[in-house]
């Protein structure tokens, strides 16, 4: 089990780029979710996939952030036409339900976007 | 909307314990778990609660929950250097797909 990887670990790009970011998740798990996290604060729900249906998405996410999970097993994130305040560390989690509800996110090691 | 508090900083002696504390407003969630988190890196599930219980224990982190008061606390006991880190409380959320919702950490700095 290696675990949830994500891919590039650190992008700096100048705004109005587009960007995309790819997260592996642990090879049983049918549930990703993807997360923001901004300095100082706590992780913020973006987006949530069950296999490949995207089923949730947050007011967090606009009409520029596109996520996809097109087979089921990795996804990307997309953010088009970059702004600064698109800077954050972009967290993936997966997990798989267990006995009664319980369900564990396990998160990858984040991709740290700086837009200048 | 849902949300999670924690206090901000907490500095402990090594060999203390460290006691960290969150409140929550989602009184119908199931599962409350702690991450730590350390520079540069992703987010470590610590340990979790079920809703229906008062205490659990994992070797050095004892969490409690008063679901009444909905008060989350973990305390680590021979707090240790290594322990120095951002500490999340986070709630799965009972409202949607069982997304969480953190808190925005404690930073726990250990001191000789």
């Known amino acids: 089990d290696t675990g949830v990887s994500q891919d590039p670990r650190h992008k700096i790009t100048k705004r109005g780029q587009n960007v995309t970011f790819r997260c592996d998740p642990i090879?049983?798990?049918?549930?990703l979710y993807w997360y923001r996290q901004t300095l100082g604060q706590g992780p913020e729900f973006l987006t949530y996939f069950q296999n490949e249906a995207q089923l949730e998405k947050s007011r967090l996410l606009s009409d520029r952030f596109s996520a996809e999970r097109p087979k089921g097993s990795f996804s990307t994130l997309e953010i088009q036409r970059t702004e600064q305040g698109d800077s954050a560390m972009y967290l993936c989690?997966?997990?798989?339900?267990?006995?009664?509800?319980?369900?564990?996110?396990?998160f990858g090691p984040g991709t740290r976007l700086l837009v200048l | 909307g849902e949300d999670v508090e924690q206090s901000l900083f907490l500095s402990v002696r090594e060999g203390d314990s460290s006691v960290i504390n969150c409140t929550y407003t989602d009184s119908s969630s199931t599962y409350l778990y702690w991450y730590k988190q350390e520079p540069g890196a992703g987010l470590q599930l610590l340990t979790y609660i079920f809703s229906n219980m008062d205490m659990k224990q994992d070797q050095r982190l004892t969490v409690l929950l008063n679901k009444k008061d909905k008060h989350l606390s973990l305390r680590i006991a021979d707090t240790q250097t290594g322990d120095s880190a951002i500490y999340f409380c986070a709630v799965q959320f009972s409202g949607g797909y069982n997304k969480l919702i953190f808190g925005a950490g404690t930073r726990l700095a250990v001191h000789p």
């Open positions: 090879s049983e798990h049918n549930r």
């Open positions: 989690a997966s997990s798989s339900l267990g006995a009664g509800a319980k369900e564990t996110q396990y």
